[in-house]
């Protein structure tokens, strides 16, 4: 069997960001699949170069997973109208490379960014071949309830792309519960045509005891008490609150916030920092995935913020679990489904979005009692073992392809 995906956004353990999908490639490549990744030569996190492509695109390797790096025009993080080209360059060169990249038996588009599932539908159209679509964030609602699509006109025609594609793709698969109610309640979707498989964590690589005394020498953490936020730093991650209660706890001094990340906001979340005058915030930039179990060992508490919006209480967002599987209690200021997640697991706390009082003194009160601390860790290292585990997932998702090239 044979499969394409056209993802933008696809990152390996060496970059920064989500792996769901080159852990999902690596076993269905084990298990005898021709797995092929046409993704971006740019970093969707950071907008600099991975790849440089002599031509449209490039042929890569990354582990066991063949990789098509794609030409995409580089203008990701110098605005939203600019944002769409680069969006609408990379729906171009992946459909390109995608009609060139050898006979497939299914091809498989994932949203966001909404454009490259349209090079899926088109390729797999073309070719005669079943078209899976993957619904990773609700695009263009989030969009809409951000604010960031205001336009009457683009919110219309953005509503009829989502619903063409839902119309024509063969199978969806979603990545949380509240997606699947979406798309059933509100498209009308039969039940049979959505899957979920949800955002889990590779437990393996955080198996062991890290060893962290190098990266707390690096960034001057010894003898602190370590509260990470380790992802993307964009509008929707609400980043300001988290500076806020940092700025209630700066007499605290063996406090210290640490941002793991980067993205279209760090520039302004750094800005802020200083206006604040935060001396117990540092900023790291983006680290690999690989490096996440070390980072994450160095930390203490884990903190998981969006913007206070009702959409967001529908997200399974990947760095709480990598929390979770690292065995550290997250701070949770995001309402809905992954609220159920940390309170029944009894991993974390969980704190109003957009409330720095309360955030503030969520870390104070762990801070204080390691006890509790450590019994949180441990409780959600158990439930992502046993209700996220991606290896797990991976064989629900060569499962769902096998069926569907039948």
């Known amino acids: 069997m044979k499969v394409i995906l056209i993802h933008q956004a696809f990152v390996s353990p060496e970059e920064a960001g989500g792996t769901r999908h080159y852990e999902f490639a690596s076993l269905c490549i084990e298990s005898g699949i021709d797995f092929k990744i046409i993704a971006s030569n740019l970093s969707y996190l950071t907008g600099k170069s991975v790849a440089e492509p002599r031509g449209v695109f490039a042929e890569d390797?990354?582990?066991k997973v063949k990789v098509i790096r794609a030409r995409t025009f580089s203008s990701l993080h110098r605005s939203f109208f600019w944002r769409v080209i680069s969006f609408f360059s990379f729906m171009a060169s992946s459909m390109w490379a995608g009609l060139r990249?050898?006979?497939?038996?299914?091809?498989m588009g994932t949203t966001p960014p909404i454009f490259q599932a349209v090079s899926a539908w088109a390729i797999a159209a073309i070719r005669r071949k079943p078209f899976l679509l993957e619904v990773r964030d609700l695009w263009p609602e989030f969009a809409i309830d951000m604010g960031v699509l205001k336009n009457p006109i683009l919110i219309r025609m953005s509503r009829w792309l989502e619903r063409f594609l839902y119309k024509r793709a063969d199978h969806i698969l979603v990545n949380s519960p509240a997606y699947r109610d979406y798309l059933i309640n509100k498209h009308q979707i039969s039940h049979s045509k959505v899957s979920l498989i949800p955002n889990g964590v590779?437990?393996?690589k955080f198996g062991h005891v890290q060893d962290s005394s190098e990266i707390k020498a690096k960034l001057g953490l010894n003898d602190k008490f370590v509260v990470t936020y380790a992802g993307a730093i964009g509008l929707a991650n609400d980043i300001p609150t988290i500076l806020r209660a940092a700025k209630i706890l700066e007499k605290e001094e063996q406090i210290v916030f640490l941002f793991v990340g980067d993205g279209k906001e760090k520039q302004n979340a750094v800005r802020l920092s200083k206006e604040l005058n935060l001396m117990n915030v540092i900023?790291?930039?983006a680290y690999p995935k690989s490096y996440m179990p070390s980072i994450l060992a160095a930390s203490n508490v884990c903190l998981a913020t969006l913007q206070n919006i009702p959409m967001f209480r529908t997200t399974y967002p990947n760095k709480v679990f990598d929390y979770m599987g690292a065995g550290r209690p997250t701070i949770l200021a995001i309402d809905g489904v992954i609220?159920?997640?940390?309170?029944?697991?009894?991993g974390g706390k969980f704190v109003q979005p957009g409330d720095k009082a309360a955030m503030a003194t969520a870390v104070l009160q762990l801070k204080n009692d390691p006890e509790t601390c450590k019994r949180m860790g441990k409780s959600a290292r158990a439930y992502v073992e046993k209700h996220f585990n991606r290896d797990v997932h991976a064989r629900e998702f060569y499962q769902l392809i096998s069926k569907l090239n039948c």
């Open 202 to 204: 590779d437990v393996s």
């Open 339 to 346: 609220r159920e997640v940390i309170e029944t697991s009894g």
């Open 61 to 63: 390797q990354v582990g």
């Open 101 to 107: 990249a050898g006979p497939t038996d299914l091809v």
């Open 283 to 285: 900023f790291t930039g």
